[in-house]
């Protein structure tokens, strides 16, 4: 019994010591492996030493065709359109007949301011006559006057002796009241002289206007073009009934074509500064070489947000153009002095390169200024900045991991 006892209590402990040593067996008897050891990655990338240039930087606009003196040909009236003589796209010469109105629809309107010209001055000449005719009879309406007070004051003499009757001076009386309503008549139809006269000058010189407004249509109705140029819409053909104001044909000059670009706020400053010392800014077009080169000529008068709209002129050497194209334009600005030229995958987010310092990356900020094109023909962009020396290494190699710090190796090394 108390055997029993004694071996519940010294078995279990057996076991563990037991398992202890077997534990201690295996983990002595284990292989030891050495630590691995960390090493930092190198990137092998290609740089440039910078140098500090004066470069006339260039830039990418986009420009569209405008003609300034294209004319839209509206209808005079309204009517029928004749005949049309010309189609979209022809080349016209100043003076050559386009389109023909029915004169028809403009004849009834000359004629009528015609003859309302014609019977006002009837009218003017009849009002002359007259008046001469009233001044004439003012003074025998005067005259008249005269003879009927005369008579009243002698009637009136005479009931005053007892020698006259009431009927004849109320008779006397009478007829002065009427004499005085004439002269009154006649006075105001002399004094409104001026002012009846007046409004007639005023409707005679109305008529005229109406008249050579009808003459103006008439004229317009056979239209002509007013300039060599390119017809660029023929809005109706013939037999279609027209109102006044209508589009019926437009054109514009060959040679007075010009091109607005937008120009980017950070340029601005630059170029009205150039154009205010008269220097000649030109752009020309890298797809189109055939086309030459095209000559700013003036600045908008309003500017945007976002910058300002340039002008380039558009000659005959510029070959053959139309309202409307889209032109990519590479415009030389003014140079810049104190810029550092290089290639566009050394920028990162337009506004940092890296430079190379014992072997790591260095972030530096940087001002875009333009871009220009070495000898070899190369896009190169112009940078600014005051943390680059001439003679610092620039990481020309594009990383997309690059961040300052990060260990480098340049070819060759």
Known sequence: MVFRKQAKI???????????????????????????TLTEKIWQIDVISAQLQALSPTITLYGR???????????????????????????????????????RDFEAALFQA??????????????????QSNLAALETERVLLGLAQAEVERLVQLKQRNL???????AARSELGRQQL???????????????????????????????????????????????????????????????????????????????AHLPINYVQAVQRAIANGQRLDAGVSTRADLG?????????EAEATGIDLFFAVTASNGELRPGE?????????????????????????????????????AVDVKTVGQARDDHD?????IRSADIEPGDQIAVTHLPNAVSGLKVRTHGE
Do not use: C, W
Not at 120 to 131: S, T
């Open 65 to 103: 065709i405008e003609s300034p003196e294209a004319v839209r040909a509206a209808a005079p009236g309204g009517g029928i359109v004749a005949k049309v003589l010309v189609r979209n796209g022809d080349r016209v010469k100043q003076g050559q007949q386009l389109l023909i109105m029915d004169r």
């Open 293 to 301: 080169r095209f000559s700013v000529i003036r600045v908008a008068g």
């Open 114 to 131: 015609e003859a309302d010209l014609r019977d006002n001055d009837n009218q003017v000449a009849e009002l002359k006559i007259r008046h």
């Open 378 to 382: 190369r896009v190169l962009v112009l």
């Open 182 to 260: 004439a002269m009154t008549s006649r006075q105001l139809d002399v004094d409104s002289y001026g002012a009846r006269l007046q409004i007639l000058l005023a409707r005679r010189d109305r008529g005229k206007a109406q008249l050579d407004q009808a003459r103006l249509a008439m004229a317009r109705s056979d239209l002509r073009a007013p300039f060599d140029g390119i017809i660029s819409e023929v809005a109706v053909s013939a037999g279609d009934r027209v109102s006044l104001g209508q589009l019926l044909i437009a054109l514009f000059p060959v040679n007075e074509l010009e091109i607005r």
């Open 326 to 362: 889209l032109l990519p334009l590479s415009l030389r600005l003014p140079a810049e002095s104190g810029v550092f030229a290089v290639p566009y995958q050394a920028i990162y987010g337009n506004s940092r390169i890296y430079l190379v310092v014992d072997d790591r990356l260095q």
């Open 10 to 36: 010294i078995l279990p402990l057996l076991v563990l010591a037991v398992s202890g040593l077997i534990f201690y067996s295996l983990v002595s008897s284990k292989t030891e492996r050495k630590q691995p």
């Open 164 to 170: 006259g009757a009431d009927t004849a001076l109320n």
